[in-house]
Each structure stands twice: as structure tokens, then as C-alpha cells.
């Protein structure tokens, strides 16, 4: 027997226990994976950015293990270390029900397995792309419920002076704004909280992506204000909607719609900031061929 043999056969029962682990694992957070995918197509103001992260974090997984296929593959018992904690958050959250402490408990769970089935070396090389599923996770209104407020007096304080720049009569009382047809309220949906979570989870991978230093810090800057400037566009755009045609606007799909609007805006921002930019290509010196004679 060689010894390519010898390591298939040896391979082959850690692939056989990985499928019963990942099986094992499926029916237990089977009904936290349901309530996730529920939280993230429940509409644009909800976290919807997390529908994209599992298979963009899988398919960055794939990618590192693929460049990394000559590190050794040697489980580590370490990986008990975060396994044993997560399973433990899940039993708690199975008394609580919250949902919240089992999603968090699938974060901490893939690095543990991870380092059971990789071995430290390939387990470092998808360190990121395993923390980058924390942006998945729903944050409770409880938790943000300052930031919110914060972000709807930001929102009101900006798009007053631009309305009535435009002519338009605003009368400002907290965060509701009095026109002359309507009254609109920029409530907790329309903080821009939503945009500022996807544009800091996309600024996180175009850093992860960067070369530069310095494009790394400013992409992670800029991303928060980036984020509240197309909110506020995005105000300014459906509030002057609202003024032409009336408040119906606002029962219409271009109130959805118009959430998909910060994200056109803020996200190709983001990546003209984070993009390295091409370097020019030598210019070789042209080739001077000898003229041969007959």
C-alpha cells in the first residue's frame, strides 16, 4: 500500500464524521436557520443584507482553503473551546426562545469546527470569513434603540433646510415633519439604520479585499457617513415626492423602493473608496527588428 492510499483511507473516516457533525448540526439549528432566513427577506428595513452573507462567506471559504491547499490538515482539540460554549448558548436560547442566542451560537460554532476538522493553520487563513458572519445576525430594536433616535434627529435635521431650500413650507417637531399636503414621520424604518449595518459589513470586506493601508482606514471611515448622506437623500427624494403628488406616495412600492435607492448609492461609493486603483501597465520599449537584405 503507498502512501497516497494510506492518506485517502485515512482521510475518509474525518469526511464521514464532518457529514454526520454538519447533519447533527442542520436539525439542531434547522429552526434558527428558518427564523434568520424569515428576519432577512422580511422587508428592506430589516437586515436583508444578511441573505447574501452565508453564501458569500461560504463561497470566501472555499476560495482561501483552494489558495492554502498546502497547509496540513490536523484537527485541534481547541476547537472544543468555542464548540462546547456555542452549543451551550443554544441550549439556553432552546428555555428563552429568543432565536437571537442561537444565531449568535452558529457564529462562535464555525470556528470551533473549524479547528476540529482544519487544524489551526487552514483555520487562520478563514478567520475572517467566519467573523464576517456576525453581520448576518438580526441586532434587536432594544439594543439599537438610542442609535435609532439618533439617526432620525440627523435625518430630520438635514432634510428640513433642503426642503425648504426648494420652496417648500416644513415645520419640524421632533422627528416629524409638518408640509403643507402632509404629515411625515421619519420613523425607526427610516433612520437609515438598515443601510448603515450593510454599508459597514460591505466596508469590513472591501477592507478584507484592500491591499492599501490607507484605502483600508478610509473605507471603514467613511462608511457610517456615507450610509446617513444616502439616507438622507433618499428623504429628501421621497419627501419632495410626496409634496407633487400627495402622502399616498408612501403606500406605494417607491417607498420600498426608495430603500433600495441608499444602498445604489452608498455601496458603489464605498467601492470606488475601497478599490486599489490599476497600475499602469510598463510601456516596453519597441522591439527594433533588422532589416535584412536579399
Known amino acids: 500500500m503507498d502512501a497516497t492510499t494510506t492518506r485517502a483511507n485515512g482521510a475518509r473516516p474525518n469526511t464521514v464524521l464532518l457529514a454526520l457533525v454538519v447533519a ?116 434587536p430594536l432594544s439594543a439599537t434603540e438610542k442609535l435609532h433616535l439618533v439617526l432620525r434627529h440627523i435625518t430630520t435635521a438635514a432634510v428640513t433646510p433642503v426642503l425648504s431650500a426648494t420652496g417648500l413650507s416644513v415645520f419640524t417637531e421632533g422627528t416629524t415633519l409638518h408640509l403643507s399636503n402632509a404629515t411625515v414621520q421619519i420613523a425607526d424604518a427610516c433612520s437609515g439604520f438598515s443601510t448603515l449595518y450593510a454599508a459597514m459589513a460591505f466596508a469590513f470586506l472591501l477592507a478584507y479585499f484592500t491591499a492599501s493601508t490607507r484605502r483600508r482606514v478610509l473605507v471603514l471611515l467613511l462608511a457610517a457617513p456615507v450610509a446617513i448622506l444616502s439616507n438622507i437623500t433618499r428623504m429628501v427624494l421621497l419627501l419632495l415626492l410626496v ?52
Open 243 to 294: 409634496a407633487w403628488q400627495g402622502p399616498w406616495v408612501l403606500d406605494t412600492f417607491l417607498h420600498p423602493l426608495s430603500g433600495l435607492l441608499t444602498f445604489a448609492l452608498s455601496l458603489p461609493l464605498l467601492l470606488w473608496v475601497g478599490s486599489d486603483p490599476v497600475a499602469p501597465k510598463a510601456v516596453e520599449p519597441a522591439q527594433v527588428r533588422p532589416v535584412v537584405g536579399t
Open 24 to 139: 447533527g448540526l442542520a436539525l439542531v439549528y434547522g429552526p434558527t436557520v428558518v427564523w434568520l432566513f424569515g428576519r432577512w427577506t422580511m422587508s428592506v428595513w430589516h437586515n436583508a443584507h444578511g441573505l447574501f452573507i452565508p453564501p458569500l462567506v461560504a463561497w470566501l471559504v472555499v476560495q482561501e482553503l483552494r489558495r492554502h491547499a498546502d497547509l496540513p490538515v490536523s484537527g485541534s482539540a481547541w476547537g472544543f473551546v468555542l464548540l462546547i460554549p456555542a452549543l451551550a448558548l443554544h441550549v439556553i436560547d432552546t428555555g428563552m426562545q429568543t432565536q437571537l442566542l442561537s444565531a449568535a451560537s452558529i457564529v462562535i460554532a464555525l470556528p470551533g469546527l473549524a479547528l476540529l476538522f482544519l487544524g489551526w493553520p487552514r483555520t487562520r487563513t478563514i478567520l475572517f470569513p467566519l467573523a464576517f458572519t456576525a453581520f448576518a445576525l438580526p441586532i
